[in-house]
């Protein structure tokens, strides 16, 4: 064997296998792990059990293209001209926002690709593509070797795509399958690969409504339930874990479950919510900034490294963690002149709880044309920072703070604004200059051609 293949081999054995699991519109208390009571979700509980729950994971958006942007880069997402879902150009432009995620945005597959990983992406993605966004960037820019995705993405799998839409009943692989070939196709990618580390993107899609369970299949263009309501919810949450087991014993088939890292959260809130049950009683939704749109269910299980059975509420970690935390796992070095917005959260993963020394900020609601809100007191500000225990949501050039203190209220339902306005000051201060030093979309910089 040559230097260059044992080399390689080394890696294989010391660099850990990693999928990212990113469920779509699944709340905080979805799942039993999370307090979910909707149906018994037994192969989630039990990976659960197998590694730690972190009760303190935010989404840097509460909507999906952003906080898919956010865990590709490690970036804030409005950095990236990212602050609602991608839509087609107009909408797009009225939002202020781009057409797809530009390729010099850094990506933790080019980054893990450096040291010898395979990349595979499957599922969902919708940071380009779709609609009519015919010039995004293939995956192969963002540092993906093989992909299978859906119609919001810039090379849609035809068997998901029968029709120019996001899913149809005449697709090969019907809606109620999806999580199914998404698996197979991981487990066929890793199979394929085993002389390599491997990082995959599983992001599944059929926990967004409309629930499409196999019982509802369509009958002369009726429903026999109705696919925004909780019956059909329950069906598909109940045969998504049915898939997530799939894939946790197609590791152990496969003889690398033990040297395999898997994270599970979500990319946003959960809307319906049912009266916030979906979100474990916190206040807000999808599209909201209150906790219910951002805060996720996370759990990290690595066998031998990342404790089982343990639950962390102490440490908080954001999607824009992930880069700079696999990396560090992988042993790559992250690129030149990068500057992310996450933390190495590696010790905190393997075990040891600590405090944040990055704020977090979050912008979502830029103007009034192209973002949907939620009604009543679930309609959050536009614009939030977290900074240690403290809380402040404020809407741009207006004054009408929120402050919640997160030890005590993580249901925020006691506005400490008044009582505090020192503090008030200095998070306005820190939120509104973040805010001014966003980008301005540019059509050079947020679309630019495509090579």
Known sequence: MGLLAQTLASWSQERPHIIVILTDDMGFGDIGAFGGKFVPTPRLDEFALEGTRFTQYYSASPICSPSRASMLTGMFPAEWNFTTFLNNRRSNELAEQANYLHVQAPSIAKILKSVGYKTGHFGKWHMGGGRDIKNAPKFKKYGFDEHASTYESPEPDPVLTATDWIWSDVDS????????????????????????????????????????????????????????????????????????????????????????????????????????????????????????????????????????????SVSVLNSTDLVPTLANIATAKLPANYKGDGEDRKSVWLGTPAPRTKDMYWEYGRNDYAFNYPRGRDRSP????????????????????????????????????????????????????????????????????VD
């Open 173 to 312: 692989v019907k809606r109620w399958d999806r999580t199914a070939y998404f698996v197979d196709r991981t487990l066929d990618f890793l199979r394929r690969h085993q002389d390599s580390p491997c990082f995959v993107n599983l992001w599944p899609d059929d926990m967004h409504d409309p629930w499409v369970p196999e019982e509802n299949q369509r009958q002369l263009g009726q429903f026999p339930m109705n696919p925004k309501e909780e019956a059909a919810f329950k069906l598909v949450l109940a045969e998504f874990d049915k898939q997530m087991g799939r894939l946790f014993d197609g590791l152990r088939e496969l003889g690398i479950a033990e040297n395999t890292l898997v994270i599970f959260t979500s990319d946003n809130g959960a809307l319906p919510s049912f009266k916030g049950s979906r979100n474990g009683g916190l206040r807000g939704t999808k599209l909201s900034l209150y906790e219910g749109g951002i805060r996720m269910p996370f759990i990290v299980r690595w066998p031998g490294q990342v404790p089982a059975g343990a639950t962390d």
């Open 382 to 449: 536009n614009l939030a920072i977290r900074s240690g225990k403290w809380k402040l949501l404020i809407d741009h050039l207006k004054n009408n703070p929120e402050l919640y203190d997160m030890e005590v209220d993580r249901y925020e339902t006691k506005n400490k604004a008044e009582a505090h306005p020192d503090i008030v000051k200095e998070l306005r201060t820190k939120l509104i200059t973040w805010r001014s030093y966003l980008p301005e979309l540019t059509t050079g910089r947020a679309n630019p051609p």
